[in-house]
């Protein structure tokens, strides 16, 4: 006679004999399927890297749109034409409010507050990258992995290598390949390098 049972989240099983004399005895026993256990092993997550952010203190300037050039119909430097991984700086008019930085040469160079993480629509609430390891969008291919670099004044919101009388803002990790890919960088925070002599 053969027996299943579930136990403890496992499935059992059990044979037993009858013997001439009446007697029932266990022929075998075990498991066929052993219970797992109760603390099951968690899956890798995504890691991010170590930045801070602004905790969404701020806001998209009413005259930009950050998402994609084909909601928009205006292209931007980030991935797909978005303002995603641009610097941005904060408004002089409106409290709490982000824009792209001006490409007049030396206007907003020593003013970068952080670099966007998201797609926002105008009004909408940016996440933005105040200090740490983030990914940025290159305007130029001119440097090399530690090159301290500052606002481009020809690519909206794109780094360039630091030139003299221009605070650095970052420091790159990687090597540009092309304008306008995305690279790691390293913030240092609310433009807080130094200036080049």
């Known amino acids: 006679m053969y027996f299943e049972k579930e136990v403890a989240g496992g499935r059992h099983f059990m044979e037993l004999e009858f013997k001439a ?11 066929i399927q052993r219970a797992k256990g109760r603390n099951p092993v968690q899956q890798q997550q995504a890691t991010e890297s170590p930045l801070i952010h602004d905790g969404s203190q701020t806001i998209l300037a009413s005259t930009q749109d950050f998402r994609n050039s084909t909601l928009t119909g205006t292209t931007l430097a980030g991935p797909n034409g978005s303002g995603q991984f641009l610097v941005v700086t904060l408004s002089t008019t409106v409290d709490r409010t982000v824009q792209l930085p ?10 970068a507050y ?7 629509r105008p009004g909408d609430a940016v996440d933005v990258g105040i200090f740490g390891v983030s990914k940025a969008v290159a305007g130029t291919t001119t440097w090399v992995r530690g090159s301290d670099l500052s606002l481009s004044s ?10 003299s009388g221009v605070m650095r803002f970052a420091r790159a990790l990687e090597t540009p390949q092309a304008v306008g890919q995305v690279i790691t960088v390293a913030l240092f925070g609310f433009g807080a390098g130094s200036v080049s002599t």
């Not at 007697?23 to 075998?28: E, F, G, H, N």
């Open 21 to 31: 004399d009446g007697a029932v005895d266990i022929k075998r026993r075990g498991f």
């Open 154 to 163: 020809t690519l909206a919101g794109t780094l360039t290598v630091q030139s």
């Open 102 to 111: 001006s490409t007049t040469a030396l206007a907003d160079f020593g003013k």
């Open 114 to 120: 952080g670099i966007c993480q998201n797609k926002p």
